[in-house]
């Protein structure tokens, strides 16, 4: 074998070495990894330490917001408003309960007023407002047992919700003859930070025994099992530190730490298993230990980095988004992805180094049944799938057509998608904040959150406010015009107007409403803020963002695939068969968590829409998920089909070597991200379980029925590229071989001299 090696290293040397040569980045650090593992190890050790404390607290540090665009006309208004009219913008409110009583008792009345009174010297509180200060009807129920206490909590918003979280205590509960719940937007984020950070926890004690069940499984080895998990911890942990710096310049959502869990360990076990497998063939085949390793991490090793990109630049396509929930998820997803590749290349070598064969050690599996369990590498499996392979390729336009045909079918009620903005509901039924905003709905005039404001800035004159009001009065679909109320005076003037929709808070007419307030003439300058106003400005940065954004994953993906591949065709059906993977997810998405199906089951509130970024979100994080799997099939097949130049073989050899442990891994990723799916916060939920579906589906149909049967009618002119392409690929492709491309030159028996030599 070496002196095949050699041998074809000289034909294929050049000026910058040979391909070989100029094919192994990273020798040295592999060297060092083999050499001083203990070193290795001791050095991941510390830095592991030193991320626990960095990343400390830093759930803590996150906000539960970040649905808007900052630089829109919505954020612009509300911000205004804010610094001029604090009391138009309340994001705290006291729901006081006076029962048989009613609003109106004097007792009930007396302590109403001393509440607010209260509440309005408390530092940091300020445009406190309530039913028995003004006697707005808006603040008393229709059956005049409640009435509202309105404040604004000022800062940012971690700022608001440690100050919420000081004086609350103080306020909730009973009060003489009255009860006091606390609602408002700020209640409603801060119940929902916090109920994120409870279920995470939950999450992973679920999450962590069942993944060491199902690896045990998979390996047959505790030993073996437990590299995984160690990859994973140490990628969620150093994340977490990332994070945490990260927080000091920007904003990030705590809902980014769903993903960061799941990540972790999904993509710390798909690399692990992948370089374990290795490991393990290069053993069988009588390496030493260092050898073995150094093997891998010039083969498998070159597959899991490149993956990790692929993963990467999907993630990374939401950076182009102004929205900070979804930069969030590209933060941390970006993070996780690269150090759990960085661990799997670093960590686990140098593990299984020290291990030698003892990774094989503590086969759990005989407790369970009395012979081996087979597993991902067994004889017996492998030959199972490429039994299956040989099945799907002959009759491979039956498969494709049908594959395609089904999968397209359960996406179309995604055509049915409607947009919407996150609230309350997507709360459990038993929060508190989400209670007093039912009541809210429920018993008092209009809906409470969806009256529009329109912020008008500029010297005007009583008559030109009140033209203007009957303007806008005047506007179909608008209920009431209150207002305005004025501040200032020439130009520092400042008014706002309180408009009243007509249907719920971000339904269809109150969108229309929207850009009929911002396209009516004014004498001054306006803004129109609301929460439809808020998803008018959303939808629109996405619709103006989301080509870019799928422009860059597209031809990332596109460039990473043929530097793999060296073909122009894989690429493309990499792209399209990845996309036809997600098209289950985003059917189910509207089918159950849109329309309501399953509800009672799956313990949410359905709304009628979908929260505008999640879907972005989703589409990323599965289509990179989608491209790691499609990487290790394509890359063992490109081993094949470069030493032996046999098309069907090719694939035959990759879906056995990498079928099952594909499946395996999917199912294990699976398990996490439904784990992440039992949060009892909607969008969680959404996006643990949508992605757990598009996970199994590219594993268990794509990756086993549509590739082969695609690349089985593609035939020999899978491999195709024009010149110029094919020597770019060689100069710059990886391969996952070891030996130069047999396929490229020769005739098949020359092709085929490889495989006798590699033995």
Same mark, same amino acid.
């Given at each position: 074998?070496?002196?095949?090696?050699?041998?074809?290293? #000289?034909?294929?040397?050049?000026?910058?070495?040979?391909?070989?040569?100029?094919?192994?980045?990273?020798?040295?650090?592999?060297?060092?990894? !083999?050499?001083?593992?203990?070193?290795?190890?001791?050095?991941?050790?510390?830095?592991?330490?030193?991320?626990?404390?960095?990343?400390?607290?830093?759930?803590?540090?996150?906000?539960?917001?970040?649905?808007?665009?900052?630089?829109?006309?919505?954020?612009?208004?509300?911000?205004?408003?804010?610094?001029?009219?604090?009391?138009?913008?309340?994001?705290?409110?006291?729901?006081?309960?006076?029962?048989?009583? @009613?609003?109106?008792?004097?007792?009930?009345?007396?302590?109403?007023?001393?509440?607010?009174?209260?509440?309005?010297?408390?530092?940091?509180?300020?445009?406190?407002?309530?039913?028995?200060?003004?006697?707005?009807?808006?603040?008393?129920?229709?059956?005049?047992?409640?009435?509202?206490?309105?404040?604004?909590?000022?800062?940012?918003?971690?700022?608001?919700?440690?100050?919420?979280?000081?004086?609350?205590?103080?306020?909730?509960?009973?009060?003489?003859?009255?009860?006091?719940?606390?609602?408002?937007?700020?209640?409603?984020?801060?119940?929902?930070?916090?109920?994120?950070?409870?279920?995470?926890?939950?999450?992973?004690?679920?999450?962590?025994?069942?993944?060491?069940?199902?690896?045990?499984?998979?390996?047959?080895?505790?030993? #073996?099992? *437990?590299?995984?998990? /160690?990859? /994973?911890?140490?990628?969620? *942990?150093?994340? %977490? &530190?990332?994070?945490? =710096?990260?927080?000091?310049?920007?904003?990030?959502?705590?809902?980014?730490? %769903?993903?960061?869990?799941?990540?972790?360990?999904?993509?710390?076990?798909?690399?692990?298993?992948?370089?374990?497998?290795?490991?393990?063939?290069?053993?069988?085949?009588? #390496? $030493?230990?260092?050898?073995?390793?150094?093997?891998?991490?010039?083969?498998?090793?070159? !597959?899991?980095?490149?993956? &990790?990109?692929?993963?990467?630049?999907?993630?990374?396509?939401?950076?182009?988004?102004?929205?900070?929930?979804?930069?969030?998820?590209?933060?941390?997803?970006?993070?996780?992805?690269? *150090?759990?590749?960085a661990a799997a290349l670093t960590l686990l070598p140098a593990a299984l180094v020290l291990l030698g064969h003892r990774v094989d050690a503590l086969d759990l599996r005989r407790l369970l049944r009395r012979r081996?369990?087979?597993?991902?590498?067994?004889?017996?499996?492998?030959?199972?799938?490429?039994?299956?392979?040989?099945?799907?390729?002959?009759?491979?336009?039956?498969?494709?057509?049908?594959?395609?045909?089904? *999968?397209?079918?359960?996406?179309?009620?995604?055509?049915?998608?409607?947009?919407?903005?996150?609230?309350?509901?997507?709360?459990?039924?038993?929060?508190?904040?989400?209670?007093?905003?039912?009541?809210?709905?429920?018993?008092?005039?209009? $809906?409470?959150?969806?009256?529009?404001?329109?912020?008008?800035?500029?010297?005007?004159?009583?008559?030109?406010?009140?033209?203007?009001?009957?303007?806008?009065?005047?506007?179909?679909?608008?209920?009431?015009?209150?207002?305005?109320?004025?501040?200032?005076? =020439?130009?520092?003037?400042?008014?706002?107007?309180?408009?009243?929709?007509?249907?719920?808070?971000?339904?269809?007419?109150?969108?229309?409403?929207?850009?009929?307030?911002?396209?009516?003439?004014?004498?001054?300058? !306006?803004?129109?803020?609301?929460?439809?106003?808020?998803?008018?400005?959303?939808?629109?940065?996405? @619709?103006?963002?989301?080509?870019?954004?799928?422009?860059?994953?597209?031809?990332?993906?596109?460039?990473?695939?043929?530097?793999?591949? @060296?073909?122009?065709?894989?690429?493309?059906?990499?792209?399209?068969? %990845?996309?036809?993977?997600?098209?289950?997810?985003?059917?189910?998405?509207?089918?159950?968590?849109?329309?309501?199906?399953?509800?009672?089951?799956?313990?949410?509130?359905?709304?009628?829409?979908?929260?505008?970024?999640?879907?972005?979100?989703?589409?990323?994080?599965?289509?990179?998920?989608?491209?790691?799997?499609?990487?290790?099939?394509?890359?063992?097949?490109?081993?094949?089909?470069?030493?032996?130049?046999?098309?069907?073989?090719?694939?035959?050899? =990759?879906?056995?070597?990498?079928?099952?442990?594909?499946?395996? #891994?999917?199912?294990?990723?699976?398990?996490?991200?439904?784990?992440?799916?039992?949060?009892?916060?909607?969008?969680?939920?959404?996006?643990?379980? =949508?992605?757990?579906?598009?996970?199994?589906? $590219?594993?268990?149909?794509?990756?086993?029925?549509?590739?082969?049967?695609?690349?089985?009618?593609?035939?020999?002119?899978?491999?195709? &590229?024009?010149?110029?392409?094919?020597?770019?690929?060689?100069?710059?492709?990886?391969?996952?071989?070891?030996?130069?491309?047999?396929?490229?030159?020769? !005739?098949?028996?020359?092709?085929?001299?490889?495989?006798?030599?590699?033995?």
């Open positions: 074998m070496s002196e095949v090696k050699k041998t074809a290293s #000289a034909q294929g040397a050049g000026p910058g070495g040979s391909p070989g040569e100029r094919r192994e980045p990273g020798g040295g650090w592999t060297r060092f990894v !083999t050499a001083r593992p203990r070193l290795t190890l001791l050095v991941a050790l510390v830095l592991t330490a030193l991320a626990v404390l960095a990343g400390g607290g830093v759930a803590d540090r996150m906000g539960s917001g970040g649905w808007e665009d900052p630089a829109a006309e919505s954020s612009y208004a509300t911000a205004a408003l804010e610094r001029e009219f604090p009391g138009s913008q309340p994001n705290l409110l006291l729901l006081v309960d006076a029962g048989k009583a @009613g609003v109106d008792d004097p007792a009930v009345a007396a302590e109403a007023r001393r509440l607010t009174e209260r509440l309005a010297a408390e530092p940091g509180v300020e445009g406190v407002g309530s039913y028995w200060a003004g006697g707005s009807p808006a603040l008393r129920s229709e059956d005049g047992t409640k009435a509202v206490v309105a404040a604004r909590i000022a800062g940012e918003e971690k700022e608001a919700g440690a100050l919420l979280d000081r004086i609350a205590p103080a306020y909730r509960g009973t009060h003489g003859p009255v009860e006091v719940t606390l609602g408002g937007g700020l209640a409603v984020r801060h119940e929902m930070q916090t109920i994120i950070q409870e279920d995470l926890l939950r999450a992973e004690l679920i999450a962590l025994p069942v993944t060491l069940v199902l690896l045990v499984m998979v390996f047959g080895s505790a030993v #073996a099992a *437990l590299l995984p998990l /160690g990859v /994973g911890i140490v990628a969620i *942990l150093g994340t %977490n &530190a990332v994070l945490r =710096g990260i927080t000091e310049f920007t904003d990030v959502s705590v809902f980014a730490q %769903n993903l960061t869990t799941a990540l972790g360990l999904g993509l710390a076990i798909d690399y692990a298993l992948f370089v374990v497998r290795r490991y393990r063939e290069e053993l069988a085949a009588g #390496a $030493d230990p260092s050898a073995a390793v150094r093997t891998t991490l010039r083969t498998a090793g070159r !597959t899991v980095l490149f993956s &990790a990109l692929t993963v990467a630049v999907s993630l990374a396509a939401m950076l182009v988004f102004p929205q900070y929930f979804l930069r969030s998820f590209a933060y941390a997803g970006i993070a996780v992805v690269l *150090l759990a590749a081996r369990a087979p597993g991902p590498d067994d004889t017996g499996a492998a030959a199972g799938w490429t039994r299956a392979a040989g099945l799907v390729m002959r009759r491979a336009p039956v498969f494709a057509v049908l594959t395609t045909a089904g *999968l397209v079918l359960l996406g179309l009620p995604f055509l049915g998608v409607k947009f919407g903005t996150a609230d309350d509901r997507q709360l459990p039924a038993t929060a508190t904040s989400r209670i007093v905003q039912e009541e809210l709905r429920a018993g008092f005039p209009g $809906d409470p959150g969806g009256t529009l404001t329109v912020l008008a800035e500029g010297a005007a004159t009583p008559a030109d406010y009140g033209a203007y009001r009957e303007r806008i009065a005047a506007l179909d679909g608008i209920v009431r015009v209150d207002g305005p109320v004025v501040s200032g005076t =020439g130009a520092d003037a400042h008014a706002y107007y309180s408009v009243v929709p007509d249907g719920p808070a971000t339904g269809e007419g109150a969108q229309h409403a929207v850009g009929e307030l911002r396209s009516a003439d004014a004498p001054f300058t !306006t803004s129109v803020t609301g929460q439809a106003a808020v998803l008018v400005d959303s939808k629109d940065a996405i @619709g103006e963002r989301l080509p870019w954004a799928a422009g860059i994953v597209v031809l990332v993906t596109l460039l990473l695939v043929f530097l793999l591949t @060296g073909s122009v065709l894989i690429p493309v059906q990499a792209v399209v068969l %990845n996309a036809l993977s997600l098209t289950a997810m985003f059917g189910a998405v509207v089918w159950v968590f849109q329309d309501g199906h399953l509800s009672g089951l799956l313990g949410f509130t359905a709304t009628g829409d979908i929260e505008t970024t999640l879907p972005v979100l989703m589409f990323c994080v599965a289509f990179g998920l989608s491209m790691d799997y499609g990487v290790f099939l394509l890359s063992r097949i490109k081993e094949e089909y470069d030493s032996t130049g046999d098309h069907e073989g090719a694939v035959r050899f =990759g879906l056995a070597r990498t079928g099952g442990l594909i499946t395996a #891994a999917a199912v294990i990723l699976a398990v996490v991200m439904v784990a992440i799916g039992t949060s009892r916060v909607t969008n969680t939920k959404m996006l643990g379980l =949508g992605v757990a579906l598009a996970v199994l589906m $590219d594993a268990m149909v794509v990756r086993s029925l549509l590739v082969p049967a695609v690349m089985k009618l593609t035939g020999r002119l899978t491999w195709w &590229a024009p010149g110029p392409l094919r020597r770019f690929h060689d100069r710059f492709g990886i391969s996952e071989s070891e030996q130069p491309p047999a396929a490229a030159a020769g !005739t098949p028996e020359e092709r085929r001299e490889p495989v006798g030599a590699r033995g």
